[in-house]
């Protein structure tokens, strides 16, 4: 599934003209496209509706503290075509964090998303139904890298109120 | 305490004749601590609302303090039906992040292992689902077959359910003597007796009248909601891995990817039947042809991944699993995402069951085979 | 000072002791002789109501546990396991442990629960099956009562349990249990009509609703053989509704587990449950007595037509232990039932009994009385 030169060259023009915006890059193992969050959801559009792509399967949503900023990571998959495209973005907000939703596009990502949420704290604008998925609501969130618990490590040894 | 977000959610009825009722946590057809808050009028499903998190343990949280080795077998307890594809799926992607050659009589070992581990996944969803429909009688005949391969992986393994037997590099240790001859004499055992299966459940009018037409789930729903595994497959939805994106020994066998299209319970239920007869082939082209050779490849001490990203697909019971593993170049990752395939199944229950009687809710969620372990992590 | 009399009375001369396991009526008369001999009688009636009431009891508890005992064994035959085996010999004590287990739990109060109903619903229950147990001849001369409307009564009050049931689903104040009331309500509702209606193909066979003079119809042959197709189909749809009434599987809507946890009776526990357990299994005695009684004879032997030296050989195994043997077989095939088939859906269930068991019901009865008539019955 690995990309070769060629197809990469037609790859990158294809989601040049799709998204402007976008940097592309080959990474490892797939294509990854890293777009700021403004066009983030324009992207997606964009790769589901191209016939080229056909993304239409959101394999995987992955949010990721990168210590500065927070972002996500999306795999898209396609039941037509084989191929696995990395969509990327980021945000430096912390305090704050807040993403266009992709619930519109790949109804899949409604558990991704409150995942995500639930355990890095990114919001995700016009999320249907945005509650916390695991834990109850006031826990931190803990996949942060700067999280700390102070009432529910072992070593503290002390039961929560 | 925070604000509740949704009120509606946490079971608010707002329709006049609608009333909540939660199923679980601890209900006998939730197989573990799934709790849905199902909203009913009469008996008939309005509005079904996950809640899970019971036995969340944070083990991406976990996996970031320790080694990639380690990492493995926390994965057991994610999915513990589908113990060794977990653990394939971690050795896989650090196997493939270190570019390690691995020698052929370990991929065909783990194919092996999984197809069978799939297969006794299979016999477990059959004998649960006909407690589910309540023919308690399918509990027995399914865990009296699956007790063979348990005893197959006891004696390979050590363990039974929670096998633990991937490690980087190859696999714990070598096969057992007898294991060639214990599966040949299985899969002839389990050829001449999955008749009773169909005779008892598949072929019951009572069984394919509750299921037939029930919680239908087109194509093109299955490809948004990403249901993958059995349960997509029995959309039309072609989502086998081990077929687009093979892995191990999966590339040498020919076996079909089961697919039907109806997508409803009943078709779900076939697929998986009809898988086990799948493994049962995959497993007769490997059986004989074990290459001979070390059964691991020495690994250092210390494993550190370069920098980077990796994403490992693989194919387990219930569907695709992922590992995103993202490295800084330490012996830890820095993040680790698991892409368990029953959280995302989970989230096309409330679609499909609504309109549904009651006792079909239970027959779909039990179509979708939950490992509640695996949803939670 | 009574005893005495009666054993005297019961093994004469002109017939051994033994011979009262063949015809029980001149015990029970002279042990009424006896009793009525030796008080006023009043007290007379009320120690025969004694008597009769602590040998129900005895009866009950004794049946009910070997029910659940050898349903126990069943469902482990056809489950590939050995079920009970370590109290007693093959676990025949098990039930008994049990029972102990059962007598010695808590009974937890339930908060918001209407504690008046909700602790008079397992004796509804329990009374229900006493009166029809009441009616029903055990062998020739064991019947406590022996009305001349027998089938009428035991008709109309076997329908009473449903109010038990519907009684501890409301008063748990429960959802589950309230859903499972509902449905038994539903369930049994619809097939009291099946019940009776077929019950009512066979009373216009026998032209009679006594049970004892039923019994006594069947000594040339068993009404099963003698209205042939009718009475068959009659028997088909009989258990159909009956294994329907006592709310065993297939039909458990009412309790079943993988939906509703355990149905109107979530909120019980210790003896309370054991009651609704008991009369469930009693439910099924009553049920595959009735259709012994109706369709197999009762306690009559298998007689044909005139074959006298056969008829004289069947005659020599006791009626009790025809009765008895009857009974278990038919129990049996209810177990099986339940073993075997994955339980319906409520609208599926209603629609078996409404579309189906209830017209054939109708033409079948036309086509009994069409036989009676022209007496193209055996």
Same mark, same amino acid.
């Given at each position: 599934?690995?990309?070769?030169?060629?197809?990469?060259?037609?790859?990158?023009?294809?989601?040049?003209?799709?998204?402007?915006?976008?940097?592309?890059?080959?990474?490892?193992?797939?294509?990854?496209?890293?777009?700021?969050?403004?066009?983030?959801?324009?992207?997606? $559009?964009?790769?589901?509706?191209?016939?080229?792509?056909?993304?239409?399967?959101?394999?995987?949503?992955?949010?990721?503290?990168?210590?500065?900023?927070?972002?996500?990571?999306?795999?898209?998959?396609?039941?037509?075509?084989?191929?696995?495209?990395?969509?990327?973005?980021?945000?430096?907000?912390?305090?704050?964090?807040?993403?266009?939703?992709?619930?519109?596009?790949?109804?899949?990502?409604?558990?991704?998303?409150? $995942?995500?949420?639930?355990?890095?704290?990114?919001?995700?604008?016009?999320?249907?139904?945005?509650?916390?998925?695991?834990?109850?609501?006031?826990?931190?969130?803990?996949?942060?890298?700067?999280?700390?618990?102070?009432?529910?490590?072992?070593?503290?040894?002390?039961?929560? $109120? | 305490?925070?604000?509740?977000?949704?009120?509606?959610?946490?079971?608010?009825?707002?329709?006049?004749?609608?009333?909540?009722?939660?199923?679980?946590?601890?209900?006998?057809?939730?197989?573990?601590?799934?709790?849905?808050?199902?909203?009913?009028?009469?008996?008939?499903?309005?509005?079904?609302?996950?809640?899970?998190?019971?036995?969340?343990?944070?083990?991406?949280?976990? +996996?970031?303090?320790?080694?990639?080795?380690?990492?493995?077998?926390?994965?057991?307890?994610?999915?513990?039906?589908?113990?060794?594809?977990?653990?394939?799926?971690? +050795?896989?992607?650090?196997?493939?992040? #270190?570019?390690?050659?691995?020698?052929?009589?370990?991929?065909?070992?783990?194919?092996?292992?999984?197809? #069978?581990?799939?297969?006794?996944?299979?016999?477990?969803?059959?004998?649960?689902?006909?407690?589910?429909?309540?023919?308690?009688? +399918? !509990?027995?005949?399914?865990?009296?077959?699956?007790?063979?391969?348990?005893?197959?992986?006891?004696?390979?393994?050590?363990?039974?359910?929670?096998?633990?037997?991937?490690?980087?590099?190859?696999?714990?240790?070598?096969?057992?003597?007898?294991?060639?001859?214990?599966?040949?004499?299985?899969?002839?055992? !389990?050829?001449?007796?999955?008749?009773?299966?169909?005779?008892?459940?598949?072929?019951?009018?009572? !069984?394919?009248?509750?299921?037939?037409?029930?919680?239908?789930?087109?194509?093109?729903?299955?490809?948004?909601?990403?249901?993958?595994?059995?349960?997509?497959?029995?959309?039309?939805?072609?989502?086998?891995?081990?077929?687009?994106?093979?892995?191990?020994?999966?590339?040498?066998?020919?076996?079909?990817?089961?697919? #039907?299209?109806?997508?409803?319970?009943?078709?779900?239920?076939?697929?998986?039947?009809?898988?086990?007869?799948?493994?049962?082939?995959?497993?007769?082209?490997?059986?004989?042809?074990?290459?001979?050779?070390?059964?691991?490849?020495?690994?250092?001490?210390?494993?550190?991944?370069?920098?980077?990203?990796?994403?490992?697909?693989?194919?387990?019971?219930?569907?695709?699993?992922?590992?995103?593993?993202?490295?800084?170049?330490?012996?830890?990752?820095?993040?680790?995402?698991?892409?368990?395939?029953? #959280?995302?199944?989970?989230?096309?229950?409330?679609?499909?069951?609504?309109?549904?009687?009651?006792?079909?809710?239970?027959?779909?969620?039990?179509?979708?085979?939950?490992?509640?372990?695996?949803?939670?992590? | 000072?009574?005893?005495?009399?009666?054993?005297?009375?019961?093994?004469?001369?002109?017939?051994?002791?033994?011979?009262?396991?063949?015809?029980?009526?001149?015990?029970?008369?002279?042990?009424?002789?006896?009793?009525?001999?030796?008080?006023?009688?009043?007290?007379?009636?009320?120690?025969?109501?004694?008597?009769?009431?602590?040998?129900? /009891?005895?009866?009950?508890?004794?049946?009910?546990?070997?029910?659940? @005992?050898?349903?126990?064994?069943?469902?482990?035959?056809?489950?590939?396991?050995?079920?009970?085996?370590?109290?007693?010999?093959?676990?025949?004590?098990?039930?008994?442990?049990?029972?102990?287990?059962? /007598?010695?739990?808590?009974?937890?109060?339930?908060?918001?629960?209407?504690?008046?109903?909700?602790?008079?619903?397992? @004796?509804?229950?329990?009374?229900?099956?006493?009166?029809?147990?009441?009616?029903?001849?055990?062998?020739?001369?064991?019947?406590?009562?022996?009305?001349?409307?027998?089938?009428?009564?035991?008709?109309?009050?076997?329908?009473?349990?449903?109010?038990?049931?519907?009684?501890?689903?409301?008063?748990?104040?429960?959802?589950?249990?309230?859903?499972?009331?509902?449905?038994?309500?539903?369930?049994?509702?619809?097939?009291?009509?099946? /019940?009776?209606?077929?019950?009512?193909?066979?009373?216009?066979?026998?032209?009679?609703?006594? /049970?004892?003079?039923?019994?006594?119809?069947?000594?040339?042959?068993?009404?099963?053989?003698?209205?042939?197709?009718?009475?068959?189909?009659?028997?088909?749809?009989?258990?159909?509704?009956?294994?329907?009434?006592?709310?065993?599987?297939?039909?458990?809507?009412?309790?079943?587990?993988?939906?509703?946890?355990?149905?109107?009776?979530?909120?019980?526990?210790?003896?309370?449950?054991?009651?609704? @357990?008991?009369?469930?299994?009693?439910?099924?005695?009553?049920?595959?007595?009735?259709?012994?009684?109706?369709?197999?004879?009762?306690?009559?032997?298998?007689?044909?037509?005139?074959?006298?030296?056969?008829?004289?050989?069947?005659?020599?195994?006791?009626?009790?232990?025809?009765?008895?043997?009857?009974?278990?077989?038919?129990?049996?095939?209810?177990?099986?039932?339940?073993?075997?088939?994955?339980?319906?859906?409520?609208?599926?269930?209603?629609?078996?009994?409404?579309? @189906?068991?209830?017209?054939?019901?109708?033409?079948?009865?036309?086509?009994?009385?069409?036989?009676?008539?022209?007496?193209?019955?055996?």
């Amino acid at each position: 599934m690995n990309t070769t030169e060629t197809d990469m060259a037609r790859f990158s023009e294809l989601v040049k003209a799709l998204v402007p915006e976008a940097e592309i890059h080959e990474g490892k193992q797939f294509a990854e496209i890293t777009v700021p969050p403004a066009s983030l959801l324009a992207a997606a $559009e964009a790769l589901k509706e191209n016939p080229d792509t056909r993304c239409d399967y959101l394999i995987n949503l992955t949010g990721v503290d990168y210590g500065t900023e927070l972002g996500v990571i999306y795999h898209l998959g396609s039941s037509k075509h084989g191929q696995i495209i990395v969509l990327k973005t980021k945000t430096p907000e912390r305090a704050n964090p807040v993403l266009e939703s992709v619930c519109g596009i790949w109804r899949t990502a409604e558990f991704h998303e409150r $995942e995500a949420y639930d355990l890095l704290g990114i919001r995700f604008s016009n999320h249907p139904d945005l509650r916390r998925l695991f834990l109850d609501d006031t826990w931190g969130f803990p996949l942060r890298k700067d999280y700390v618990d102070d009432t529910n490590t072992a070593a503290n040894g002390e039961d929560r $109120e | 305490m925070a604000k509740i977000e949704n009120e509606a959610a946490y079971g608010g009825a707002e329709e006049q004749n609608e009333y909540v009722i939660n199923i679980g946590p601890q209900h006998p057809s939730t197989h573990g601590v799934l709790r849905l808050v199902v909203t009913l009028q009469g008996e008939i499903v309005k509005n079904v609302q996950p809640h899970v998190g019971y036995i969340h343990r944070g083990i991406e949280k976990m +996996c970031e303090s320790i080694t990639y080795p380690q990492i493995i077998h926390l994965t057991d307890r994610m999915d513990y039906l589908s113990a060794h594809m977990n653990n394939e799926a971690v +050795c896989l992607a650090v196997e493939n992040a #270190l570019e390690m050659e691995i020698p052929d009589r370990i991929k065909v070992i783990r194919t092996l292992m999984s197809e #069978l581990t799939r297969i006794q996944s299979h016999q477990l969803f059959w004998a649960t689902y006909g407690m589910d429909m309540g023919g308690q009688t +399918c !509990f027995f005949y399914g865990l009296r077959d699956r007790e063979k391969i348990l005893d197959i992986f006891e004696e390979t393994t050590g363990g039974r359910m929670i096998v633990s037997y991937n490690c980087l590099g190859g696999v714990m240790y070598d096969l057992h003597p007898n294991f060639r001859k214990r599966v040949k004499d299985f899969i002839k055992y !389990f050829r001449s007796i999955i008749h009773e299966y169909d005779a008892i459940l598949t072929g019951n009018i009572i !069984f394919r009248e509750r299921t037939m037409g029930i919680g239908p789930l087109t194509l093109d729903d299955a490809v948004s909601f990403g249901v993958t595994g059995p349960s997509g497959r029995a959309s039309g939805f072609s989502c086998d891995i081990r077929k687009h994106a093979p892995y191990s020994a999966y590339d040498r066998v020919i076996f079909n990817e089961v697919l #039907l299209t109806e997508g409803d319970t009943y078709s779900r239920y076939l697929v998986r039947m009809e898988e086990m007869k799948e493994s049962m082939n995959i497993i007769d082209q490997l059986i004989d042809n074990i290459p001979e050779g070390a059964h691991a490849v020495k690994m250092k001490p210390v494993i550190k991944l370069p920098e980077g990203e990796y994403y490992q697909r693989v194919e387990t019971a219930r569907g695709e699993l992922g590992v995103f593993i993202i490295s800084d170049g330490n012996k830890n990752p820095c993040r680790v995402k698991f892409r368990s395939p029953n #959280l995302v199944n989970l989230g096309v229950l409330n679609h499909i069951s609504k309109e549904f009687k009651i006792a079909d809710l239970i027959a779909i969620a039990g179509s979708l085979d939950f490992v509640i372990p695996d949803i939670d992590r | 000072m009574i005893i005495k009399p009666i054993i005297n009375n019961v093994s004469s001369a002109t017939q051994p002791w033994w011979k009262v396991f063949y015809d029980f009526s001149p015990l029970v008369r002279s042990v009424d002789e006896g009793i009525r001999s030796s008080m006023t009688p009043f007290w007379a009636d009320a120690t025969e109501l004694i008597i009769v009431g602590v040998l129900f /009891l005895l009866f009950y508890a004794i049946t009910g546990l070997f029910l659940v @005992y050898a349903e126990r064994k069943v469902c482990a035959f056809i489950q590939n396991r050995l079920g009970p085996n370590r109290i007693g010999p093959y676990g025949v004590f098990q039930t008994v442990a049990d029972l102990i287990k059962l /007598l010695f739990k808590e009974l937890i109060p339930i908060k918001n629960a209407d504690r008046f109903l909700f602790n008079m619903a397992p @004796y509804i229950v329990i009374i229900v099956n006493f009166m029809v147990l009441g009616a029903i001849p055990f062998a020739k001369g064991l019947h406590a009562i022996d009305l001349n409307i027998g089938i009428f009564y035991i008709i109309a009050i076997s329908s009473l349990n449903v109010i038990g049931a519907f009684l501890a689903g409301w008063a748990s104040n429960n959802k589950y249990s309230l859903i499972g009331a509902m449905r038994s309500g539903a369930m049994m509702v619809s097939y009291e009509l099946s /019940l009776g209606l077929s019950l009512i193909t066979m009373v216009i066979l026998a032209g009679t609703m006594q /049970l004892s003079e039923i019994v006594e119809a069947q000594r040339s042959g068993w009404f099963i053989f003698k209205g042939h197709i009718p009475a068959f189909i009659a028997f088909v749809v009989y258990l159909i509704s009956g294994i329907a009434e006592t709310n065993r599987g297939p039909f458990d809507l009412a309790e079943a587990e993988s939906e509703l946890a355990a149905g109107y009776h979530t909120e019980y526990s210790g003896i309370k449950f054991a009651f609704f @357990y008991l009369s469930e299994f009693i439910n099924m005695f009553i049920v595959a007595s009735i259709a012994a009684t109706i369709f197999f004879g009762g306690w009559m032997p298998l007689h044909i037509g005139n074959w006298d030296g056969f008829n004289r050989i069947m005659d020599i195994i006791p009626p009790f232990i025809w009765y008895l043997g009857k009974t278990f077989c038919i129990i049996y095939l209810i177990m099986l039932f339940k073993w075997t088939f994955p339980r319906l859906r409520i609208d599926q269930l209603l629609t078996l009994e409404w579309k @189906y068991l209830l017209p054939v019901n109708l033409v079948n009865i036309l086509i009994m009385a069409l036989i009676v008539l022209l007496g193209w019955h055996f």
